[in-house]
């Protein structure tokens, strides 16, 4: 059925070109450094005639012939028009000129300018370009992208110092995070401290909170989209900043007279440089780098390759007793191909690894493992007519998992070589969408993508006595590894399991007058990959494993509505939205569950469920000397995991249970003050309600010690966690024409030093033998200092 | 392997962490029967003399820790030769016995009879390997400028083995405890080393010259290294952000008739090996 509906859409649209009509297609850039911007606004006054550039800065628009206006907006660049006559198909290649000098510019956007914002189909998206970014306070004066959007409604972190972000009650293995198209599985420095985005190399980033269009697939919660600058096509540039933590530079230059480009950005802490003059750390070793890459060139006028790279690790070397090193590389070569003005693709070879190494010196144990990923894609952008959009394309990806080796790490270890099963996937997907506006005021959104997952052999795989690897053990009321009934081994030209889903997707928006409009949205999608963890915060160690045998992929189905109203000519912005997103074979652990080193993970756990909703509403102040948002969440996130197959009541007794990433009240309140051009002051507040958790209910004498007794999971909270930061930006040389230009960041963290628990532990003091609840806060009040120069 | 890993991120943390004890309200469930049934055969020994403790669980903060249970009756039985062990009740929380026969690999059953309801639990009597060596050194163990104490003994190759390893240091109130498998060192010596931490609060002091360990090396049952595993690591470190989700670690006591109302503790058989060392 939607197969043929899709097909009428198609039909009607293309039938009604009848009259003359003309194409004008072409590039918008900013003139002062090249770089390609996407997400800009292009329209013919005075008709509903516009488009909006896609990610290469591409647009393409349709007409009946004659004469227009062609107005090009883009927040924080001067609009440009320009009369035209449209009588021929035409190429524009346009500029625009940033509104102000760069450094000093604060940009909060939702999508794109008012005027197709209201109207586009598209919902629960959040952009930040870098800019933004840059404008909030930092801890340690560490600018950083996942911390920043977690101050837009539906996203929430697992506590300080925990890796990865939370989306609409998501866990953090279900975020898509793509840098320039390539997979990201670790997003953090520091074991979740900082992420790994050097904001110097960014140009924007977009968070699909849902709605997410057909060309995203392989994650069930968001899609967190980072696009590396393309680097400065019109003359040589020098960014960076020398920070408390850690110190950048990035160098950006044109190439080949004009006809291509680069960036170089590179990060590095030294905080290890001072180490050995500490006499506690002297020993240690804690540091991190990030490297960014990125050309591009043109052929011609059709035709460009751009060549991303990222490079980044970490590295801890704690006393010479644990040497522990991760990191993620990907690469990603592309073509950009434009076939005719009204046809654009792209094709796209992407590689992907993240790897971690652990040397434990004191048992001599040598431990790696790791997750490579290539991807072939195609995509395609059709400008049908100004009243319809096509985006179709395929991908291919490939999956190698090495959950883990085990090396003797000298002669007279003790330890026994191991090596646990390398698991290897293919995952193909294909898809369509169209944006279709039927009358003025709707504009629908429809698309469908087919993926399929084939999970190849190479490997064993273990059968259980009744097909059970984990069983009830209905006399102590506990689940147990099931009983071992022989392996079948596939090799690597087999198939150990393959599935294959529709992922229908359906976004429509009814504007009720220029400045209001109501969305709403449908989105299915499924993960084939899950990352294994069963701890409350993701950790660097944690193995990815995908779908086969024993574990299931998971699928999503999200259901959202919004209102979107601006005010006062776009100075305040108000959206609400409310979702409701249920995701099917989310797995979870049983009780005591043991993931490390473990070949059969299948014997710890059971097949579960989540669900998550909420209210979202998020009110903005985009103009003026002060500018900034207030957001609030207000949602519920739940999972459950019944017995099934394996009998017994089921996890938790079957009972749904606050996930760690519950939270019922989400507010952020983020401000930025322009005072005069050399003072900039900003501020964010934060509250969040607690993290679930479980605490003991009583306790025994065992051997000695008092035990804890523990009920249902995560029925109690930690207390509530909020904190207040606040920073200045000093800009001295403001109106000088000197090429170098700086700044001064002053910032100060957690300003009334509130100790967050980032966890509460209950322990028996050695001591006195009394139990005690010890808290764990991360970051106290600290001040900090950054210098940022640009030449 | 899971406590290295716990042990390397919570380390990290502390860089920059900042630790409190703090008030906390924790919920409060009904007190429940407490089993320590611990058979321990030692080695060179006849095993006959075993004592078994009953008591009740109390609140978490709770410090009144007089909960003995004096109203019950005790017996084990050999399920593979039919005898039967009663267990005198000593009116303290204790019920003894003189006359315990152990047997290798034979299976045990407990029986408990408290307040109208029937407990039960069954175990198997595991051996263990003998202790090889005690020794002390200073370079090895996580701090190089600390005294340790170095355990080795040998694992049975080819054959899943389980252990408690108990390290009790004269004049400490607590003893402290592993549970080891032999996952990754199967068939070989197996080194196992306890250091004490100069521990900043003063709740643990490095070992000196002249400390006093007695050191009790457990054969036991997969289940019980389950049981134990999860003891310890809750014990250590529940609540981490780094540590799994905290759950009731449920032993092999059982209430046939109201399985909801099972006991705490555990019934385990173990042979044991113990030493005792003096630190030079």
């Not at chain 1, 980072?226 to 960076?240: I, M, Y």
């Not at chain 1, 652990?358 to 490579?372: K, R």
């Not at chain 1, 969408?433 to 795989?461: M, P």
């Not at chain 1, 209102?563 to 652990?589: C, G, M, P, W």
Request: with cysteine; hydrophobic share 35%.
């Amino acid at each position: 059925m939607k197969h043929l509906f899709l097909m009428l859409f198609l039909l009607s649209s293309i039938y009604s070109q009848s009259q003359e009509k003309f194409t004008l297609s072409g590039t918008i850039k900013d003139s002062t450094n090249g770089e390609t911007l996407l997400g800009a606004t292009v329209y013919l006054k005075d008709t509903s005639i516009g488009s909006i550039t896609n990610e290469y800065g591409f647009f393409s628009l349709t007409a009946l012939k004659g004469n227009y206006t062609l107005i090009i907006s883009y927040v924080g660049y001067e609009s440009y028009s320009q009369e035209l006559t449209l009588n021929k198909d035409q190429k524009l290649n346009i500029e625009l000129k940033a509104s102000s000098t760069a450094l000093d510019e604060v940009i909060i956007t939702a999508e794109e300018s008012e005027m197709v914002s209201i109207r586009k189909p598209q919902m629960s998206v959040s952009k930040l370009n870098s800019k933004t970014i840059k404008e909030m306070p930092a801890v340690l004066g560490e600018v950083d992208v996942v911390k920043s959007i977690q101050l837009l409604p539906g996203v929430t972190n697992n506590g300080e110092g925990s890796a990865g972000f939370h989306v609409r009650g998501g866990a953090a293995d279900q975020n898509l995070v793509l840098l320039d198209e390539a997979i990201i599985y670790n997003t953090s420095h520091f074991f979740g401290f900082f992420s790994v985005f050097n904001a110097d190399a960014i140009k924007n980033i977009k968070l699909y909170k849902g709605d997410i269009p057909a060309k995203y697939g392989g994650r069930v919660s968001s899609v967190l989209d980072v696009r590396q600058k393309d680097g400065n096509s019109k003359q040589f540039e020098l960014n960076g900043g020398i920070g408390l933590i850690s110190s950048r530079l990035a160098a950006e230059s044109p190439l080949f007279k004009d006809k291509g480009s680069f960036l170089v950005a590179g990060r590095a802490s030294y905080a290890h440089l001072f180490m050995p003059l500490i006499e506690e750390v002297e020993d240690d070793k804690i540091s991190f780098y990030d490297l960014n890459l990125k050309t591009n060139y043109e052929l011609n006028k059709n035709n460009r390759l751009y060549l991303s790279g990222y490079f980044g690790r970490d590295v801890f070397n704690l006393s010479k007793i644990i040497e522990n090193n991760y990191g993620n590389a990907t690469g990603n070569l592309r073509w950009n191909h434009v076939f005719n003005d009204k046809l654009f693709s792209n094709l796209s070879f992407i590689y992907s690894k993240y790897d971690y190494q652990i040397l434990l010196d004191f048992i001599e144990l040598d431990w790696t493992a790791d997750i490579t990923n290539l991807n072939l894609k195609y995509d395609l952008g059709y400008y049908v007519n100004n009243n319809l959009k096509l985006d179709f394309g395929i991908s291919g990806l490939t999956y190698n998992v090495n959950p883990g080796e085990v090396k003797p790490a000298s002669e007279s270890s003790s330890i026994n070589y191991l090596k646990l099963d390398e698991k290897r996937a293919f995952e193909g997907a294909a898809y369509i969408s169209a944006e279709h506006q039927i009358t003025d005021k709707l504009t629908v959104n429809y698309g469908l993508r087919y993926s399929a997952f084939s999970r190849l052999g190479g490997q064993s795989i273990t059968h259980y006595v009744n097909n059970q690897p984990v069983i009830y053990n209905s006399d102590l009321g506990i689940y147990e590894r099931g009983e071992e009934a022989g392996e079948t081994y596939y090799s690597k030209s087999k198939s150990i399991k393959i599935f294959g889903n529709f992922e229908p997707r359906l976004g429509l928006s009814y504007q009720l007058n220029e400045l209001s409009s109501v969305k709403a949205s449908y989105t299915k999608s499924t993960q084939y990959l899950h990352l294994l963890s069963n701890t409350s915060s993701v950790t660097p160690l944690d193995v990815w494993t995908p779908s086969g045998e024993y574990i299931k992929p998971q699928i999503s189905n999200q259901f959202a509505l919004g209102y979107y109203k601006t005010f006062k000519d776009n100075t305040y912005a108000l959206e609400l939205e409310t979702y409701y997103k249920h995701v099917d074979n989310r797995i979870d652990y049983i009780d005591g569950s043991s993931l490390i080193g473990n070949n059969n993970i299948e014997t710890e756990i059971l097949n579960g469920e989540a669900r998550a909703y909420g209210l979202e509403v998020l009110f903005r102040k985009n103009k003026g000397n002060f500018t900034g948002w207030l957001a609030y969440t207000l949602s519920k996130s739940e999972q459950r995991a019944l017995g099934g197959n394996a009998g017994g009541p089921g996890i938790n007794n079957g009972d749904w249970y606050n996930t760690p990433y519950d939270r019922t009240h989400d507010i952020s309140l983020t401000g930025v003050y322009k005072l005069n051009d050399k003072w900039r002051f900003s501020s964010n507040f934060v509250f969040q309600t607690g993290r679930p958790v479980t605490y003991p209910n009583g306790q025994y004498t065992y051997e000695g010690l008092s035990v804890a007794t523990y009920s249902n999971r995560n029925e109690d909270r930690l207390p509530a966690y909020h904190r207040l930061d606040i920073s200045a930006t000093f800009i001295p040389n403001k109106n000088s024409d000197k090429r170098w230009k700086s700044e001064w960041v002053f910032g100060i963290y957690n300003v009334y030093n509130r100790k967050n628990a980032a966890s509460v532990s209950f322990n028996q003091n050695r001591e006195t033998g009394l139990n005690e609840a010890t808290r764990i806060s991360i970051f106290g009040l600290i001040p900090s200092v950054t210098y940022n120069f640009k030449f | 392997m899971t406590r290295y890993i716990i042990a390397i991120l919570i380390l990290s943390l502390s860089l920059t962490s900042c630790e409190d004890v703090i008030d906390v309200d924790v919920p409060t469930a009904q007190p429940r029967l407490v089993i320590e049934a611990s058979l321990d055969w030692e080695k060179g020994t006849t095993g006959n003399e075993q004592t078994i403790m009953l008591s009740m669980s109390t609140p978490y903060f709770e410090t009144d820790q007089n909960t003995s249970v004096t109203n019950a009756t005790v017996t084990v039985t050999n399920d593979d030769t039919g005898d039967v062990f009663s267990f005198t009740n000593q009116n303290d929380g204790t019920y003894t016995t003189t006359s315990f026969m152990p047997i290798l690999n034979n299976t045990y059953s407990l029986e408990v009879f408290h307040n109208g309801e029937t407990y039960e639990a069954t175990e198997t009597l595991m051996s263990v390997s003998d202790i090889n060596d005690v020794t002390q050194s200073t370079e090895g163990g996580f701090d190089d400028e600390l005294l340790e104490l170095n355990l080795y003994f040998d694992d049975p190759a080819n054959v899943e083995n389980h252990y408690l390893i108990k390290y009790d240091v004269e004049g400490d109130m607590f003893p402290y405890l592993e549970a080891r498998s032999d996952e990754f060192v199967d068939g070989n010596e197996i080194h196992d080393f306890f250091e004490k931490d100069d521990d900043e609060d003063g709740e643990e002091t490095p070992f000196e010259a002249g400390d006093v360990v007695n050191i009790s090396l457990y054969g036991i049952s997969e289940q019980y290294y389950n049981f134990m595993r999860l003891l310890i690591e809750q014990y250590d470190s529940q609540g981490d952000p780094f540590s799994s989700n905290a759950a009731q670690v449920r032993g092999n006591c059982i209430n046939p008739t109201h399985p909801e109302n099972y006991a705490f503790g555990y019934f385990r058989v173990t042979q044991v090996d113990k030493q005792t060392y003096t630190f030079q």
